[in-house]
C-alpha cells in the first residue's frame, strides 16, 4: 500500500491523489521519495493531497494499517509504517521496507538496485549516458561507461531518489539534487526508465 503509486489499498478504493509538497516533519523529505539505506532497507515518502469526498482519515488510516498488517503476517514484519501525519488536506506516509523485495512485492512497482551483472533486464543499446560533474551538471559520455563496481538503479516512475552513495551517471529524464540523490521526471515509466549509477561512499 503506497499512496503515491496507487498503493494497493487506495488503488482498490479508486481514490483519486495528487502529487503536493508540505513542510519538513521529523526530517523526513516533503516530496515522494525512495531512500536507499545502508542496511540494505529502504524508506519511501509518499506525499499526497488528500480530498475528503472520497474518504474519511480514519476510514483512510486504518486501510493502509491493515494492509502492511495483512502482508506482514505473511512475510515476517517487513515493513514498519514510520509516519502518518495528516496536515490540512495533506497525508505523509512514511515506510521503511526490509529489503528491495519487500518494496516490489507490496507495491507491485518495479525496482531494481544492483550490480549491472545482476539486472535482469537488457540495456538498450542506444542509452546515452551522462557523467555527473562535481559541480552538479551532466556531460554527456562518448562511450559506454564502464559499471565495474557500481551500484545501478533501474527506476520506473518520477520520484526523488537517494541512492547508498555517489552518482556518477544518469541516463533517461534525470535532474542531480545532491551528489547522491536525484528527481526522475514526469516521462519515466515502465516502458521508459531511468538509469542512475553510483560509486558506493
Known sequence: MKIRHGLTVLSLSGMMLAMTACSYL???PDTNTIEFLKNGSLRETSVEEYTEAYYDLDELKTLIMDSVN??????GDAITIDLYDVKGQNVRLVMTYKDLASYEAFNSQPLFAGSREDCEGEIPEELVFYEAAEDGTLKETKTSPDLTGMTLYVVSEPVDLVTNGTIAYVSGDVTLTDAG????GETISEKNPAYIVSRTN
Open 181 to 184: 540523490a536525484c528527481r526522475t
Open 26 to 28: 521529523r526530517g523526513y
Open 70 to 75: 495483512s502482508f506482514n503476517e505473511e512475510n
